[in-house]
């Protein structure tokens, strides 16, 4: 298949505006800024020929490319996320093309402390020969999740000039705020109208996820016992130090991020704020096993409890909050959805990589909203961090998988 990729030129332009996302906020998209992405995509769409693209007032693009078929075929769904995480800098990236990477450390000129080295990096060594982009040193690239939207729209582009290539009715949807777990709180499932999904998403080459961890939040809100401290002896119970003991009680060689792999799950505190008389801890909780991680939920309470055995006049408030379930419970049922992507990635020249996510992506809950959504690659690496790198021929590789994919319904209907 001779395609004349527009991947890497969209991606450079996309890379430079900055979308961070922003949990603290409490608007929705988080930050207005992700919108300035969003407006070039629907533009970008609509001089393609995609008369439907728009964006709605929370920030998601929706787009419809028209089946060009007389079967009936499912509408099929690719989706990435327009906004980059808050743990590193997305403002001012320039982006660095190393062309026909040698396989020696790759040095950034704006910041000499941060090289990209393929002995930390084992992917990086799998790439030599191959063009690769990072950023300057200062700022993330923003490949997560940016690759993934180059390579949905240069796979679009390819379809609104090749007629000649049947496919059914695909629908684009573009989403923020997915780093800070809220990407698809108001998606329109009944505007989205499609029957299956794909997210782009993945990081290494011919990745394919159709297995997240199951997620909780816990708040832990503690009230204690505040008193002048030339006056507290036998009376202060500082809610900050009955804090610190919860955290403190965590098990130190297993149930945590740093101890486990694999299959295993965790509880993790993921921030603690307050003073003597109030304090909070939030943790989240993730297992593969819905049955395990309500026993993670009872081995926190347990901890709590035995904490608050030893401050009587204290209390504690344990609240739990679900935020994703193991997309498998759904994928399991509609099998043809990953074997599409298997095939997909094989037509185009690439060995699948069936995978769990220790994580979880926007297909986490797509997949309970009715859109059976695996996750596949975008050639993403080391994100979230100044060290985040992308490889084309890996984004050009997913562009011909999404491509097939879609290709494969059409013929398999």
Not at 117 to 123: N, S
Not at 216 to 232: E, M, Q
Not at 370 to 390: D, M, R, T, V
Request: with cysteine.
């Amino acid at each position: 298949m001779n395609i004349q990729h527009t991947v890497l030129d969209r991606f450079l332009r996309y890379v430079q505006i900055d979308t961070q996302s922003d949990p603290d906020s409490n608007t929705f998209p988080s930050t207005e800024k992700q919108k300035n992405l969003s407006r070039l995509l629907v533009q970008e769409l609509k001089e393609m020929g995609v008369a439907d693209a728009e964006l709605d007032k929370h920030g998601y693009v929706y787009a419809t490319l028209p089946a060009n078929t007389d079967k009936k075929v499912p509408t099929i769904c690719f989706c990435s996320h327009v906004d980059t995480a808050p743990d590193c800098s997305g403002k001012g990236v320039k982006p660095i093309v190393h062309k026909k990477y040698n396989g020696q450390v790759i040095a950034l000129p704006n910041g000499p402390e941060v090289h990209i080295d393929p002995a930390q990096h084992p992917e990086l060594k799998e790439k030599v020969g191959h063009d690769i982009v990072t950023a300057s040193g200062k700022t993330l690239l923003g490949a997560d999740n940016k690759a993934g939207v180059a390579e949905i729209m240069d796979a679009a582009y390819f379809f609104m000039t090749h007629p000649e290539v049947k496919h059914g009715r695909i629908r684009i949807l573009f989403t923020p705020d997915e780093e800070i777990g809220r990407g698809v709180n108001h998606v329109d499932m009944k505007k989205l109208d499609a029957d299956f999904g794909y997210t782009v998403d993945g990081e290494r080459l011919g990745s394919l996820e159709d297995e997240t961890f199951s997620a909780d939040a816990v708040t832990i809100k503690i009230t204690g016992v505040s008193i002048h401290p030339g006056f507290a002896k036998g009376k202060l119970e500082s809610a900050l130090k009955i804090a610190a003991d919860v955290v403190a009680a965590l098990p130190k060689d297993r149930l945590s991020p740093e101890t486990t792999e694999g299959k295993e799950g965790f509880i993790h505190p993921v921030s603690m704020h307050g003073a003597a008389e109030e304090a909070e801890i939030t943790f989240i909780l993730r297992d593969f096993d819905d049955k395990l991680l309500k026993k993670h939920q009872q081995t926190l309470r347990d901890i709590l409890k035995q904490v608050m055995g030893n401050y009587p006049n204290s209390r504690a408030e344990f609240q739990v909050t679900e935020q994703y379930r193991n997309m498998k419970q759904v994928l399991s049922e509609y099998p043809q959805v990953a074997a599409y992507a298997e095939e997909g990635m094989r037509r185009a020249g690439v060995t699948p990589d069936k995978r769990s996510i220790r994580g979880g992506t926007d297909g986490s809950r797509l997949s309970f909203m009715g859109l059976p959504c695996p996750n596949i690659f975008a050639g993403e690496y080391a994100f979230h961090s100044k060290e985040e790198w992308a490889s084309v021929q890996d984004m050009e590789a997913a562009v011909r998988t999404i491509i097939e994919i879609a290709k494969l319904w059409e013929e398999k209907t």
